[in-house]
C-alpha cells in the first residue's frame, strides 16, 4: 500500500474515529503494548552497539568512547533533520501511518545490520561505515515512530488524567528498557552478537504488524493546507513560560538513557580486561544487569511520578525530578570500579530522577499545545531532546576517552542541577507574582 493510499485510509478512519471520551481500556492496553515494542528495539539496538564493535568489527579501546557516542551523535543529527517536521507531517496525515513506516523501517535495516563486512567488502569500504549507515536508518525508523507515539499519547488523553495514563506509558518504557538489559542483553553470551541483532528486527516487525492493527486515530488531520507553524509553535514558547522550562528539560533529560546506558556499556566492556580479567560478552552481560537495574528503578519510579506530578504540580515536580537526578549522575564520579557493588547506589538515584525528568516535562509540554498543532509543539520538543543527545554524547565520549569513564556522569549531573537552580528560580517566582503563575499553568494543575 502506497504512502498516499495509507494517509488516505488514516484520514478516513480518524472522521469516524472515536473521540477521547469514547476510548476503552482496551485502545489505551494496545498503545501500552507498542510502547513496550518499541522500546526494546531501540535500547536492543543502543546496547548491542558496544559489544558488537568490539567482537564483530574489531574497535579497539582507545577510540571506543569516541566512536560509539559519535555513531550515536550522527544518529541524532540525522533525526534532527526530520523531528520537527514529522510532528507537523503528523498533524496533516494521523500518526498511525508514520509509526507503521518508522516499524518496517527498522526492522528490515535491523535484519540487515549484521551483514555490513559483507557490504563494506563489495563496495569496496570500510564495515564500520557501512555499520555506521545501517544505524542510521534504523534510528530514523525509530524517528518515525517514537515522536508518534508521544503525541498519540496527548491525543488519548485529558488533561486532568494525562499524568496518571502518561506514567502508564512511561512504566511501560521503563518495562522495555528493563526487560531488554536484564534477559536479552543475556543472549549474545548464549546465541551471537548476530542472532541478538536480528531478534530486535523481528521484533520491530512485530512492532509495524500490531501497530496496524490496534492503534486507532482520535484526532481528525486539519492542516492540510498550511505550512509547519513556526509563527504558532514561538508565539506559544514566548507566552509560556513552562513550556520553555519543558524544552529545556527535554535537552537535558532525553539523553539521560542513552547516556547511561551507552557510556555504562562501554566502560564494562572496554575495562572488562584491565579491572576483571573477565570475557567482553560477561561484561555486556554483567552491565545489563546494572542498567537492568536502572530500568526496574524507573519501572516502579515512574507511576509514583505520576501521582506525585498530579498532586503538586509539573514545575514543583520538575525541580525535584531535577535535582535527584543531578545528585545521581553526579555521585558516579565517586565509582572507580563499575563492577564494585557500589555502583548500583548511584544508579539507583539516577533511576529515580530520570522517571521523572522524561515524564513531567512532556506531560507539560502537552499540556499547554493546543490541539490542532500539538504534533509540531511535540515535534519541536522532541528536535530540542536531539540537540541534547548531540550535545551530550559528543561532550560525553571526548571526556570519556580523555579524561576518564566517569566524567561524562559529572558533567550531566552539573547540567542537571544548574536547570534544578533555574526551575527553582523559576517556581519561587511563580508563587510570588499570579501572571506568572498563570503563564506556567501552575494555577489549575
Given at each position: 500500500m502506497s504512502m498516499a493510499a495509507e494517509s488516505n485510509n488514516s484520514a478516513g478512519r480518524a472522521a469516524n474515529a472515536p473521540m477521547v471520551e469514547d476510548l476503552q481500556g482496551y485502545h489505551h492496553n494496545a498503545l501500552y503494548l507498542i510502547v513496550a515494542i518499541v522500546m526494546i528495539f531501540l535500547t536492543m539496538v543502543l546496547a548491542l552497539q558496544p559489544l558488537y564493535l568490539s567482537r564483530v568489527l574489531g574497535l579497539a579501546r582507545e577510540n571506543a568512547g569516541f566512536v560509539n557516542a559519535n555513531i550515536q551523535a550522527i544518529t541524532e543529527l540525522v533525526d534532527l533533520l526530520f523531528v520537527g517536521y514529522l510532528g507537523y507531517i503528523s498533524d496533516r496525515i494521523g500518526r498511525i501511518p508514520l509509526i507503521v513506516y518508522g516499524f518496517l523501517l527498522a526492522g528490515i535495516t535491523a535484519l540487515l545490520a549484521p551483514f555490513d563486512q559483507e557490504v563494506g567488502?563489495?563496495?569496496?569500504?570500510?564495515?564500520?561505515?557501512?555499520?555506521?549507515?545501517?544505524?542510521?536508518?534504523?534510528?530514523?525508523?525509530?524517528?518515525?515512530?517514537?515522536?508518534?507515539?508521544a503525541t498519540l499519547t496527548g491525543d488519548y488523553t485529558r488533561q486532568e488524567d494525562r499524568p496518571l495514563l502518561l506514567?502508564?506509558?512511561?512504566?511501560?518504557?521503563?518495562?522495555?528498557?528493563?526487560?531488554?538489559?536484564?534477559?536479552?542483553?543475556?543472549?549474545?553470551?548464549?546465541?551471537?552478537?548476530?542472532?541478538?541483532?536480528?531478534?530486535?528486527?523481528?521484533?520491530?516487525?512485530?512492532?509495524?504488524?500490531?501497530?496496524?492493527?490496534?492503534?486507532?486515530?482520535?484526532?481528525?488531520?486539519?492542516?492540510?493546507?498550511?505550512?509547519?507553524?513556526?509563527?504558532?509553535?514561538?508565539?506559544?514558547?514566548?507566552?509560556?513560560?513552562?513550556?520553555?522550562?519543558?524544552?529545556?528539560?527535554?535537552?537535558?533529560?532525553?539523553?539521560?538513557?542513552?547516556?547511561?546506558?551507552?557510556?555504562?556499556?562501554?566502560?564494562?566492556?572496554?575495562?572488562?580486561?584491565?579491572?576483571?580479567k573477565t570475557s567482553h560478552e560477561q561484561a555486556a552481560s554483567r552491565a545489563g544487569l546494572v542498567i537492568g537495574l536502572l530500568g526496574l528503578v524507573v519501572l516502579i519510579s515512574i507511576p509514583v511520578w505520576g501521582r506525585v506530578t498530579a498532586r503538586i504540580g509539573r514545575i514543583s515536580a520538575i525541580v525535584i525530578g531535577l535535582l535527584i537526578s543531578g545528585i545521581g549522575f553526579a555521585a558516579m564520579g565517586l565509582i572507580l570500579n563499575p563492577f564494585s557493588w557500589w555502583i548500583f547506589l548511584p544508579v539507583t538515584i539516577i533511576g529515580i530522577g530520570q522517571a521523572g525528568c522524561v515524564l513531567v516535562p512532556q506531560t507539560l509540554a502537552l499540556d499547554l499545545a493546543p490541539e490542532e498543532i500539538r504534533g509540531s509543539v511535540l515535534g519541536v520538543f522532541n528536535t530540542v531532546g536531539c540537540f541534547g543527545v548531540i550535545f551530550?554524547?559528543?561532550?560525553?565520549?571526548?571526556?570519556?576517552?580523555?579524561?576518564?569513564?566517569?566524567?561524562?556522569?559529572?558533567?550531566?549531573g552539573i547540567v542537571n542541577l544548574a536547570l534544578f537552580a533555574y526551575a527553582l528560580t523559576l517556581m519561587k517566582v511563580a508563587r510570588e507574582g499570579p501572571k506568572l503563575a498563570e503563564n506556567l499553568d501552575l494555577s489549575s494543575i
Amino acid at each position: 500500500m502506497s504512502m498516499a493510499a495509507e494517509s488516505n485510509n488514516s484520514a478516513g478512519r480518524a472522521a469516524n474515529a472515536p473521540m477521547v471520551e469514547d476510548l476503552q481500556g482496551y485502545h489505551h492496553n494496545a498503545l501500552y503494548l507498542i510502547v513496550a515494542i518499541v522500546m526494546i528495539f531501540l535500547t536492543m539496538v543502543l546496547a548491542l552497539q558496544p559489544l558488537y564493535l568490539s567482537r564483530v568489527l574489531g574497535l579497539a579501546r582507545e577510540n571506543a568512547g569516541f566512536v560509539n557516542a559519535n555513531i550515536q551523535a550522527i544518529t541524532e543529527l540525522v533525526d534532527l533533520l526530520f523531528v520537527g517536521y514529522l510532528g507537523y507531517i503528523s498533524d496533516r496525515i494521523g500518526r498511525i501511518p508514520l509509526i507503521v513506516y518508522g516499524f518496517l523501517l527498522a526492522g528490515i535495516t535491523a535484519l540487515l545490520a549484521p551483514f555490513d563486512q559483507e557490504v563494506g567488502a563489495l563496495l569496496g569500504l570500510n564495515a564500520l561505515v557501512i555499520f555506521y549507515v545501517v544505524r542510521v536508518l534504523m534510528s530514523l525508523g525509530g524517528t518515525l515512530i517514537w515522536p508518534q507515539i508521544a503525541t498519540l499519547t496527548g491525543d488519548y488523553t485529558r488533561q486532568e488524567d494525562r499524568p496518571l495514563l502518561l506514567a502508564n506509558v512511561g512504566f511501560m518504557m521503563a518495562f522495555g528498557v528493563t526487560i531488554v538489559y536484564a534477559v536479552f542483553m543475556q543472549l549474545p553470551e548464549q546465541i551471537g552478537v548476530t542472532m541478538t541483532m536480528w531478534l530486535a528486527g523481528l521484533f520491530a516487525l512485530a512492532g509495524a504488524w500490531l501497530a496496524r492493527k490496534l492503534l486507532v486515530e482520535t484526532m481528525q488531520p486539519k492542516m492540510v493546507d498550511r505550512s509547519f507553524p513556526f509563527k504558532d509553535v514561538w508565539s506559544l514558547v514566548k507566552q509560556e513560560q513552562g513550556l520553555r522550562l519543558s524544552f529545556l528539560s527535554a535537552f537535558t533529560a532525553r539523553n539521560d538513557m542513552v547516556l547511561v546506558g551507552l557510556f555504562l556499556m562501554t566502560w564494562f566492556v572496554y575495562f572488562a580486561d584491565l579491572l576483571e580479567k573477565t570475557s567482553h560478552e560477561q561484561a555486556a552481560s554483567r552491565a545489563g544487569l546494572v542498567i537492568g537495574l536502572l530500568g526496574l528503578v524507573v519501572l516502579i519510579s515512574i507511576p509514583v511520578w505520576g501521582r506525585v506530578t498530579a498532586r503538586i504540580g509539573r514545575i514543583s515536580a520538575i525541580v525535584i525530578g531535577l535535582l535527584i537526578s543531578g545528585i545521581g549522575f553526579a555521585a558516579m564520579g565517586l565509582i572507580l570500579n563499575p563492577f564494585s557493588w557500589w555502583i548500583f547506589l548511584p544508579v539507583t538515584i539516577i533511576g529515580i530522577g530520570q522517571a521523572g525528568c522524561v515524564l513531567v516535562p512532556q506531560t507539560l509540554a502537552l499540556d499547554l499545545a493546543p490541539e490542532e498543532i500539538r504534533g509540531s509543539v511535540l515535534g519541536v520538543f522532541n528536535t530540542v531532546g536531539c540537540f541534547g543527545v548531540i550535545f551530550f554524547l559528543q561532550v560525553g565520549g571526548l571526556l570519556f576517552d580523555w579524561l576518564g569513564p566517569t566524567v561524562p556522569f559529572i558533567f550531566m549531573g552539573i547540567v542537571n542541577l544548574a536547570l534544578f537552580a533555574y526551575a527553582l528560580t523559576l517556581m519561587k517566582v511563580a508563587r510570588e507574582g499570579p501572571k506568572l503563575a498563570e503563564n506556567l499553568d501552575l494555577s489549575s494543575i
